[in-house]
């Protein structure tokens, strides 16, 4: 009885399980969960790269990357990629070049306007007009032209409010201003730009204009000295999708008037007109953005201008619950999940799941020394003394400290066991495809002797004496940074017994807290990861620069003794090699500022972070880019059959 | 008994600006930058520098005196502006209107069953004391009760969803919130049971009943046990009175007895008890909201809470304050239906 009742309801299962399974669901949209959010899809207001998702996807830049390649462009809304050969890119005699862009014809917006008996404008989805309609499209109304790029680079800039979109600010003044706001003030020699005059604004607007120009159907950045990173800038999504003037001034945007763009200033997210809309020429249109259900779809552009996607629709929603995401991917309801790593393994083994595993990123983690750090009421540093209950707030500034730390801590044990050998070891600021990689470059590895004699030197000898007691503060919710803290703290341990590392989990804002906005960081040893935001390692947004140039995005956290080594010792190398074009000039200048970074152990480099993906095992086409830090990109997706 | 009602809803505002200067007090006593958080939710944010930072906390007002800060914030209530949610992308009024819906559909049709089970549990538990039936009603949602709701709903989905395919987690199918989406369907409520009832589209409706039925189940077995205890301590005791014994001697039927004399008083204790479980779940069940991928109130909340999101977590506060309070009001004015010996004064 027992067993055919047993027999009854295994049948009765797989009968019910069998349609779950065995056919394609939802064909031609394609289901993407992830934990993440969108913040706009205005180009010129987001900022990191789950926003560059929704923007890429709907509008088109001027170059795109090739593929996966970081430093090699493809044409896009340009028809050609500037360089010196093709006479795109010319350099004068005064230092200046210019980028030169022929712009494509016969592009059109998703919407374009239509102009009615009574003369007004109305906006249209283009593919569903009829071709009587198309033939009253107003002209320039959803159709880009050179017009149309040159305004979508003034208002990303005079909008001054991503600091992706600022990079193109210090493209167009070659790193002479980081923003408009920072022209503004120092053009007008005004503490804010809120004290600035019509006329000084309208003054920045014209050397601005003046310098991003149409000439017949091409745009022309004009540029006061060579800006090695100009091409990587404007094929990244921020601030460079190409956006339809008419149209923006019709939802209630900036008009294009030098006269008036301080009204479109730094807006708040809510008050940007194009928060929650779009108009762009990208393969995708926005079809629904329901932010109660934290839901977007994506509907497929049929005209656009390099043939319609595969797919129809993308669905993107926000599902935080792991567990959720993980059984809609099984049962086909999702075509591609964000996962734990932890699952992939597992994943991998799993019938109509796919694992991409091991994709490179720019992404370096490491552990950052800070110093000087606060001494008012610092838990970070105990005592503050060197007296084995604390740390003095210099404690980093002594070299055999940090070259100390650097060889208390276990890399290969991570690598092998947190890791899962999935990537290498970082050797500096610039990892794997950027320039002044060397896969020779010297590293630090575990060496418990090498980590003794350079305790038994710092502080004339008297740190092994005391010993010392600190935290490590590391962003909750990242195992792998606790687990890097946990393997420093027992190296340490097994050095000297008195040297005590403890480790606290803090949320960002807490972290962030204590690196930012003060004249000196709280803490002197933090777990974090930055990469750059261009293939390039130079300019404010280059690898080495991030973390080596004393206006860095490190320099700025990690306090006033960091930023001073970087000033005397590899600032002067940062600007001679970025005044060169020329990269057979500038790569050793790169290579050798990577290997300065561990001559003087200015922070224990980890590990080049990695991607992953988990999607259904139908799913084809995705393209790992690591400069767009694997942003997908749905043009090339295709969902076959099951 | 309105004047009543209207001298409890004045209290209203009172309570809500001490629920607001104590809420405001306490984000107080962050740094602004950790207060930026709100604007700046990942790392990612602030790799314009020391000097974007800084802006940044100037231009949202971080840096201005306590009294600035919360004038500006009720000037603007007063206004009708309870602030941005950058959590929720959308000013905080309209997130709370465009998810209320959705946790108004799932509470109610959760609880109005769950109530009446529990009452039914509890009346037969009282009645049968001691016998099975009452041994296995007790057994059951005290079997319900030690379940933690994340191991419940995870195994509902892994059940009803995983294997069987029954009751998928979410609002709607792919297909049904296309549907939804269309022009030609008509949003009335926000809430897709009734919508699809209005617009005629009866799919739609099963359909959302399919994503409703595992998130339900979850909260009525979840939530009985502590409505049919108290219940059936109530039953058991009411059973014991005087008027009871009485209408027994009087040769009256025992199922009019114990239904229509015992069980009315008993409710008392099980109405107070509901109108907490109903503010507290209009208050949004995070946990189940987020197993089932079911965007409401609770994950909103709890969302905002980790973001520091300020605006959301004022504006929600706010309007879990009106609930407690009206629910409260409800309550007290439904004890005088059920036992005309309380009355309002």
Known sequence: ?642 | MLNYAFRRLLMLPVVMFALSLMIFGLQMSLTPTQRLAAYAPSPDFLKGGQDSIRRLIEQYGLNDPFYLQYGRWIGNILTGNLGWSETARQPVGTALTSLLPATLELVFIAFVPGLLLAIYLGSRAGIYLNRWQDHLIRFFTIFGWSFPVYVFGLLMLLIFYSVLDWFPPGRLSQWAQAVVTSRDFVRYTGANTIDSLLNGNLPVFFDSLRHLAAPVITLIYVNLANMTRVMRTSMLETLRQDYVRTARAKGLRRRVVELKHARRNALLPVVTIAGMELAYMMGGVVITETIFDYSGLGQFAAKSAANLDFPAILGFGLYFAVVLVVLNLVVDLIYPLLDPRVKTR
């Open chain 1, 1 to 642: 009885m027992k067993r055919t009742l047993a027999v009854a309801i295994s049948i009765a299962l797989g009968f019910a399980v069998a349609p779950a399974t065995a056919q394609t669901k939802n064909p031609g949209t394609f289901v993407f969960l992830w934990p993440d959010d969108i913040q706009s899809f205005d180009p010129a207001y987001i900022a990191n790269t789950p926003s560059s998702y929704g923007v890429l996807n709907v509008y088109s830049r001027l170059l795109n990357y090739k593929g996966s390649e970081i430093s090699e462009f493809v044409p896009a809304i340009s028809t050609e990629v500037p360089s010196l050969e093709n006479g795109l890119i010319k350099q004068a005699e005064d230092g200046s070049v210019s980028y030169t862009f022929p712009i494509r014809k016969d592009i059109h917006t998703h919407k374009v306007g239509i102009k009615g008996s009574d003369g007004k404008i109305s906006w249209e989805y283009f593919d569903d007009l009829t071709a009587e309609q198309k033939s009253a499209i107003e002209p320039g109304y959803g159709e880009i032209t050179p017009d149309d790029v040159r305004y979508s680079f003034l208002r990303a800039i005079l909008m001054g409010q991503s600091w992706m979109s600022n990079a193109i600010t210090e493209v167009v003044t070659a790193g002479k201003y980081t923003d408009i706001t920072k022209w503004v003030e120092t053009e007008g020699k005004i503490a804010e730009i809120g004290d600035a005059t019509p006329e000084l604004l309208r003054k920045v607007y014209d050397q601005l204009a003046s310098q991003i120009t149409v000439e017949g159907d091409k745009v022309v950045f004009k540029l006061p000295k060579a800006f090695p990173a100009t091409l990587g800038v404007m094929a990244l999504p921020f601030g460079t999708s190409i956006v339809d003037k008419e149209w923006v001034a019709s939802v209630g945007g900036w008009d294009g008037s030098g006269d008036t763009w301080m009204k479109y200033y730094r807006p708040e997210l809510g008050d940007d007109p194009l928060f929650d809309v779009e108009n762009g020429t990208g393969p995708f249109m926005l079809e629904e953005w329901n932010r109660a259900d934290r839901r977007i779809t994506l509907k497929r552009f049929e005209n656009y201008f390099m043939g319609p996607a595969s797919l129809e629709r993308v669905v993107m929603r926000t599902v935080p619950e792991w567990t959720t995401r993980r059984l809609q991917l099984l049962s086909g309801d999702a075509d591609y999940v964000t996962a734990p790593i932890e699952f992939l393994d597992e994943l991998a083994k799993t019938d109509g799941v796919k694992v991409v595993d091991g994709l490179p990123k720019v992404f370096g983690r490491g552990i950052f020394f800070g110093w000087p750090v606060d001494e008012t009421d610092n838990p970070a540093i105990g005592s503050g003394k060197l007296d084995g209950k604390g740390i003095p707030p210099d404690f980093f500034a002594d070299i055999d400290v940090r070259k100390g730390f650097n060889y208390a801590q276990n890399y290969d044990a991570l690598l092998k066991q947190v890791l899962l050998g999935k990537t290498v070891q970082s050797r500096g600021p610039t990892v794997r495809g950027i320039m002044g990689y060397r896969p020779d470059s010297p590293v630090y590895s575990y060496d418990p002797k090498k980590a003794a004699e350079h305790f038994k030197k710092a502080f004339d000898g008297k740190l092994w004496e005391t010993g010392f007691t600190m935290t490590a503060y590391v962003q909750e919710g990242t195992p792998q940074g606790t687990a890097a803290l946990s393997a420093l703290q027992q190296g340490l341990q097994r050095i000297n017994p008195k040297f005590r590392l403890q480790i606290q989990s803090l949320p960002w804002a807490s972290i962030s807290d204590k690196l930012n906005n003060r004249a000196k960081p709280a803490s002197a040893l933090t777990y974090m990861g930055w990469g750059p935001d261009y293939s390039d390692p130079g300019g404010p947004l280059g690898a080495a620069s991030y973390y080596l140039s004393p206006t860095g995005l490190v320099g700025g956290m990690v306090g006033q003794g960091y930023r001073d080594l970087m000033t005397e010792k590899f600032k002067p190398l940062l600007d001679e090699a970025w005044a060169s074009s020329d990269p057979a000039v500038r790569e050793p200048i790169y290579a050798k500022l990577q290997k300065m970074s561990y001559d003087y152990a200015t922070t224990q480099f980890l590990w080049e972070d990695f991607g992953y993906i988990v999607t259904r095992s139908n799913v084809e086409g995705y393209v790992n880019n690591m400069i767009l830090y694997g942003a997908w990109d749905f043009y090339p997706i295709k969902k076959n059959a099951e």
